[in-house]
């Protein structure tokens, strides 16, 4: 299982942010490519050339990389051909209403879409019903994050949630269905 990290402006400017996060995995006995790191639209917008290079830096670690809140920002389409992304983030504000709004379900399925032609895996963010993850599985977003499968959690809980295997079991209950 994965692990997505919201890495913050400021962490992402200090100069030994790519050191520190690998010594925080080796301390905590786990292997980068078991961590995610969510990325915003703004943190990519300041000083590219130098993003660019800890991005690069991050990937040859095994990090990966996501750009999360797809969608909302200025100029998200550029940033896909510019920085080596492993996964997209559908902003919540579009998953709220794709069932049952033509522009979101739209908006969403073109995402997927980009994702899927990019070779990048795309995440939905804000799934909160049955039906909204349904409506992704079947068009083609397995991989899904919001209240339906759980509530943000201390520490502690999630490693009960993890041992418990709540999320995966109904991940593979909603694939089974679709």
Do not use: W
């Not at 209403?97 to 032609?117: C, M, N, P, T």
């Not at 895996?121 to 068009?139: D, K």
């Amino acid at each position: 299982m994965d692990v997505s990290v919201n890495l913050a402006s400021p962490s992402f400017l200090q100069s030994d942010i790519v050191d520190r996060l690998v010594g925080i995995v080796q301390r905590a006995g786990v292997a980068p490519q078991q961590f995610v790191l969510e990325l915003t639209e703004s943190l990519l917008m300041v000083d590219s050339e130098r993003t660019i290079g800890v991005l690069d830096r991050l990937r040859e670690q095994g990090f990966g990389l996501s750009l999360d809140d797809f969608g909302t920002g200025y100029s998200s389409l550029s940033y896909l051909k510019r920085f080596p992304l492993d996964e997209l983030k559908i902003d919540r504000s579009f998953v709220t209403d794709a069932s049952g709004d033509s522009k979101d379900a739209a908006i969403v399925l073109s995402i997927i879409e980009l994702g899927r032609r990019f070779g990048m895996r795309v995440v939905a963010e804000g799934v909160e019903t049955g039906e909204q993850a349904s409506f992704l599985l079947v068009n083609g977003c397995p991989v899904q994050q919001g209240f339906l499968f759980s509530r943000p959690l201390p520490a502690e809980d999630f490693s009960v949630l993890l041992r418990s295997g709540h999320g995966h079991d109904f991940r593979c209950q909603l694939t089974a269905a679709g």
